[in-house]
T-cell receptor
């Protein structure tokens, strides 16, 4: 596709439920990032993939958060037992290689009730 | 841990004015610095990327400068237009690290 695609654009769930957020990066981009952004704040790093492997997952807040990128393209961020504090915009970005020009998707607004 | 600060948090200017947005970072051992624009409800759009060996980058009415030793970058916008209204964020990356650290942004409003 022409840009980074994220689905769904909005997700409303109940506390304790499981959610999956999808990111489809720009074709050929080997680096893929997940960030989380709260209102009025800058994006906060969650995880970085180089190809299929999670090269840096130091930003994941706890073991309820997990992400995969099995074929080195599409990535899924998985959140188990969601909590109200997980409510935020989850942003995905890709680049040709690590820490180069980043291309962001429009994000998924997650609301946990 | 790298800390990125942007001042001011908000700025309102009349159309046509030249303006400067500021970004400071605590650790000067950066790999590169990137300026982004974010429109409400949207993702971020990269405006300019400055490598650590560079002093500035220009794109149209935008000019970004980098002073690594003092831990500062500025984004200069010439002849501002209402369409420039958005939040501007800066982000830095470090050698041997795999992430960008973001500031909280400056929300710019250009009045017609």
């Amino acid at each position: 596709g022409a840009g980074v695609s994220q689905t769904p654009s909005n997700k409303v769930t109940e506390k304790g439920k499981y959610v999956e957020l999808r990111c489809d990066p720009i074709s050929g981009h080997t680096a893929l990032y997940w960030y989380r952004q709260s209102l009025g704040q800058g994006p906060e790093f969650l995880i970085y993939f180089q190809g299929t492997g999670a090269a840096d997952d130091s930003g994941l807040p706890n073991d309820r958060f997990f992400a995969v990128r099995p074929e080195g393209s599409v990535s899924t961020l998985k959140i188990q037992r969601t909590e109200r504090g997980d409510s935020a915009v989850y942003l995905c970005a890709s680049s040709l290689n690590k820490v180069e020009k980043l291309f962001f998707g429009s994000g998924t607004q997650l609301s946990v009730l | 841990k790298q800390e990125v600060t942007q001042i001011p948090a908000a700025l309102s200017v009349p159309e046509g004015e030249n303006l400067v947005l500021n970004c400071s970072f605590t650790d000067s051992a950066i790999y590169n610095l990137q300026w982004f624009r974010q429109d409400p409800g949207k993702g971020l759009t990269s405006l300019l990327l400055i490598q650590s060996s560079q002093r500035e980058q220009t794109s149209g009415r935008l000019n970004a400068s980098l002073d690594k030793s003092s831990g500062r970058s500025t984004l200069y916008i010439a002849a501002s237009q209402p369409g420039d209204s958005a939040t501007y964020l800066c982000a830095v990356s470090e050698y041997n690290f795999n992430k960008f650290y973001f500031g909280s942004g400056t929300k710019l409003n250009v009045k017609p």
